[in-house]
Nanobody
Framework: QVQLGESGGGLVQAGDSLRLSCAAS????????MGWFRQAPGKERVFVAA????????DYADSVKGRFTMSRDNAKNTVYLQMNSVKPEDTAVYYC?????????????????WGQGTQVTVSS
């Protein structure tokens, strides 16, 4: 069992930077590839980024590639999403999840655990 808790969201202006954190409980954190999804009002939850078990592999949605960076610290049971040059269209609730297989991390159904989400609002 893994419990996830996101933090770091807030209200920022376009062009600003923000770092989200996702802290996990449990001693098996390093056995899970981790991912970030986001859900804007009235829209479905979509993939943002993923990282392999030991941080070797990463994957990003085209909409955030070059602006967002995902990392993890297995000693702290935490993953991060560094968001630079944010845009109003980045406004959403951001969720972190623990998945099963890095190859399928773009698919929300392949995740075993989710956090409660953190709101990010970007003003223009």
């Amino acid at each position: 069992q893994v419990q996830l808790g996101e933090s770091g969201g807030g209200l920022v202006q376009a062009g600003d930077s923000l770092r989200l954190s996702c802290a996990a409980s449990g001693r098996t954190f390093s056995s899970y590839p981790m991912g970030w999804f986001r859900q804007a009002p009235g829209k479905e939850r979509v993939f943002v980024a993923a990282i392999g078990r030991f941080g070797v592999g990463t994957d990003y949605a085209d909409s955030v590639k070059g602006r967002f960076t995902m990392s993890r610290d297995n000693a702290k049971n935490t993953v991060y999403l560094q968001m630079n040059s944010v845009k109003p269209e980045d406004t959403a609730v951001y969720y972190c999840g623990a998945g099963r297989n890095f190859a399928t991390m773009r698919v929300s159904a392949s995740y075993d655990y989710w956090g409660q989400g953190t709101q990010v609002t970007v003003s223009s």
